[in-house]
């Protein structure tokens, strides 16, 4: 992980890279998957580690013009001050990462926890305007030391939240705002900030962010690209490899149950009824679409403390074959969050990077292959979309290289 | 289902079909598999059942140019010599076809009855020659009465079977036979026979059949297209489709366990470890060809009596994420091997009967949609084996049409 | 099954048994649940079936003083009015019952729809005294061609329901009805009703029941003996067979988590919530009883319409070991509700009459083997229970055979 | 832990216990086992762990004159030379034994280390009566320190092995020996060696130890008790939950099917179809056993590197219901073998030990709880030997406290 102004010192050999430094800005940079993908990117660049579970990765993937793992540099917001050694500590002891890799990268975490800024709290009485631009403030000046930043939000999940008349443009906001109103929900004053400093905005969660009409209107009028939402990491992913399976042998989906165990903290804010709200839809909505018709089931998520940071999902599949006979399948996943999560934020800070220094504006809807619900993209498949991935990806490479 | 030479008095008031009639001959016609095709075609025909787990069904394939169900005719080999009408009893008895709808098309099943031949075993002293003539003179006969034939080998699987020097070319096998050598194994000679006879040849078994130099050397003199090998129907089907999100994701699959509990007549012929060698030997190729590397893991198929036509298959994958997090992902997969592959063999009838209308020949490399192991393709993955396959058949269906 | 007040002309030609003519009457005659027990009862009669499920067939259990099967005949309550011959189809249709043996007890079931009489529905206005009196008038009624009654509740589940200071005790409850007041749920007036009749009682639900110390008073008063509550069938009855194993070998169970998917009626109606509050109870109470501390987990039981009389269940375990080693158990259970508690309802009937011959009064506790939550039993292991079902037939076994 | 004839030194604050010190020697000491049992029984004596898993814990079960925790020494024979310590990395890195408990507990396997003794490998030329008296002489020497010691064999699994006619009685062994032959198997020159030395003996393996007519003879000559066999610590513990509840409810188990994945030791071993079929076939023979009938399905035993000490059981259970209802249970059970077993080796240590004292002779039947095929007892069902045991160990605290 390079020091931001100084790649040239990094200890990584490799010459000066094309692409500059990579500056990834974590909105909940001290959660569990921001400290994950933190320690993990300072062990990539010191070679600690290998690429397993890291897409950019791929052989397939064409890499030209990717940020080297040792020309990234990550800062963030969070509204918990808990430093990111003590983050790493609890992350060792719940067997998310090895006590030995905490310990050689803790040097790189706290360079990391020097670059780290207050965020902002959900319910906070005070001006939304200027607390949005505070936040865009932090981003400018953390983006001062690299050649680009991507702004990632890995926060907790917020409640669905409808901005309404007063984020319809982005007229409409500043004049909301100047009647003293707080139309943001506060993922989205995140995503606000991020285009005000002029970075591209990530949204790895299913909270509102930047889908909201003004701040759509912000992005395309400053020409930023932009992608989410909601990462596919477990049993969404799987069912993005499966639903096709049963499309395509005309095999009749009659039924699909869910059951997603999890208990660290992005299980207990989930315990939460509303915000599991987000969560659930953004499952739904894909699989539905993969199977072309509405499919029954319940989908449960729920908090068992006891698991900590892993994820045990069950899955019941009922199906009708020819002549209508009856079968069933089910799977069991059992998965880190954190550490499927980590690997897949730092692929979109890398290829968002390049694509916004290939010019790309507007939703990447070729990045659907990391998202429960791609913005930009109606198709849910994994193969196509990985098949999409692969092309835009070339296309990215192309044009940063020629 | 159409009777031979007389689609115009078939109960289906479609005018006569712009494909003509397809005669489907089965090389197993009173197996399991065979006998719910040709029940399930009846009811198809007569609109008793509908297209639930017809690939050709599906909405996104495009269907000009494919002989309509009411157009298709039945005939076949078998060594077994109970009645269709029997062998239905048995597969209501396990609950594999509906009592109704057996009864529904009894009169179909004593039609296609009248068009079965003795089938040849294995073993046999006789002139190999010979027998070989006289299975290609049933086909013909067969042929005589439908505008074109499509063989399919639906039998139980032989062990594999090294026809040796004796069948390099198609002279060699001449030679040998005129030596009183007999150097194919039975499912071989049924390949030769509907090669002879003129007939596209489809192994929907991993018996050696048409995968012998000699027969491949015959196939493209007489320019006729086959396809195979071993029907993709359940626990390998489903890891053609999750083998390949391992994969793009990049997660390291460090082991996969397979167990398959059967019980019909596949699962005791599979109780024959030779036997079992053919078909562990297509399932396991396909996976590591898929994920890129050897995969270690015990892969079992088991006979148990009591399950019948069901099978049960349960999978346990171990794979690392990132920072080198051990995860597992298991799956069960509860289904009716027979009507999973029966539509999928009446799916190659219709399929392989175009293709030989469009003029192509030799392995049909775009139908690995439907095999473990398919012939002329190393692609295993199922979404793009399903891309291909629906570009293949707008082209196919372009040149019949055009 | 016998015909009632005529058993020496029925189609058995077993000579008239010790025990005299058993009469079963149903709560809930029509559902599922009844319907197949009745159906199965003249299966065993007419030996169409064998004893499979039936714990009073098993060879440990003294039969001694137990009604013969042919000697039973069934009558009952229910508010639905679809005849019995028809919910044989539908359990038909669905898998539940075979379709030749719906068949061949057509005969019987129309002899028992005779038998039936309207039931009560919550909410009516009636004056429920009068309306307990006209249940225990038909209760009286079907007595009369019998020489023992026992009632079994088997509808569907209803809300908890507190009866509060009208019900606490049998004066009280005159008193209240006497003021136009309606404490009693309508399990409750059922309940009411087998006792004024004279006839024990036996709760296969989780409904208020017989559970209302006013009704336990004249219980006590009139000298009958009870059993419940809630039928053990499924996911339930592995759970206490489970238990004891982690906690006779020490491991710590940390979570507990079940989901239960159904689709009968009784899905339907554990979709209300409160009825489903009523079920989780007796659910949740026995395993951590069992487990000696309280154990967290979710717990969800799920309506799919889709799998009709068919239930799956899945549960996970998670557990420690010695030095704190993590590790998990998890199970998919996929049976047939009604096919399993049937047999048991009918065990219900023969053990509770023989219970009363023998002069058992109260609760009866060594019937805790059968049931979710024991009436008069602390105990929930399956295996203590088993023993004292063992222990205790042989008591009632030998005092009715002395 | 104490160390021999010292213990009034041990850390321990406890006085001198009544029962005096207790030896536990182990035949495979260097093992995953036997060392994670060295760290384990450390960690109690320190209080540095809990009792989780073990059964001498439970607050059931009579610990009056059970040695202390604190007052128990560890000795033993391997072939293997690595040092415990070692033995103890590698358990750490494999996440058998947390790290932190293996550094605190360094000194006392150092202090076992030189309690340890070379063990005999098959196939060896020498006299097999000198080997005996060699390990007796052993094991004389480490009783010296200690007021007893209890020998438990956690070796590897040896092939089934027929010691003929020359062990049938003590008196055709010496012959055997005089004469220069070598009739035992390596695992009863050990259980030889132990009776000589006059310690009661623990099979905790499927080798033939004890279980040979001439040592039996020479048990019983001396008075010792023994107890065996296979330790019960997985998929067959469950079994032995799970069969009684399907044959009390009178269920009709049509097949069972096993499969065990493990990766360490064992399993390298287990490989070995020989030393496979010792195991299967005391998994086996309970199932029948408690069933009460043959029940088909296949039991396989695989070696999966990758697991390491870690174990994944799928068990798939097909059963008849009521009126021939077809349905199934499937279990997954994840566990970690070494510290599943290393309670119970300790917990057989104090068992066997107060027995013993407590003037016990002959195969130990109540302590079957811990075995797959237990000596001296047909009883498999679990809480039938929990009662069992329960009842015995009162009994024993009681002449050993009086």
Redesign the interface.
Known sequence: MASPSTSSDSPSNTPAPAPGTLGVWFVGARGSLAT?AT??LS?LAARL?D?????T??PDLDPRGLAPWADIVVGGHDVDTVPLVKQAERLVAGG????I?AHQVAGELEATEARLRPGVRGGEAADQRAIVEQLADDIRAFAAGVDRVVVIDVSSTEAPHDAGADAVTWADLQAAWAAGRAPLAPSSTYACAALLAGAPYVAFTPSPGIDVPALLELAAERGLPYAGGDGKTGET??K???A??F??????V??W?S?N?LGGGDGSTLSDPAARASKTGTKRSGLESMLGHEV???M?I?Y????GDWK?A?D?V?F??????R??????????DS??A??LVLDLARLTGRAAAAGETGPLAALG?FFKSPMGSEEH????Q??ALLAWSRECADRVSS
Request: hydrophobic share 40%.
């Open positions: 994950t320690i993990g062990a580690t690429e397993t579970g890291c897409v990765g791929h998310v990462v090895p006590a890799l992913l799987v993005s490899a499966l096709p399976m499309s395509t042998r005309s095999l009749a009659r039924s149950t059951i165990l029954p089931g319940p449960h729920d068992v403390e006891d698991l045990t069950w019941h009922r009708d074959g020819f002549l209508g006979t079968m069933t399948m089910q799977f069991t996943w059992e998965g880190c550490t499927l980590a690997p292959f498949r994994l193969a196509q990985w098949d």
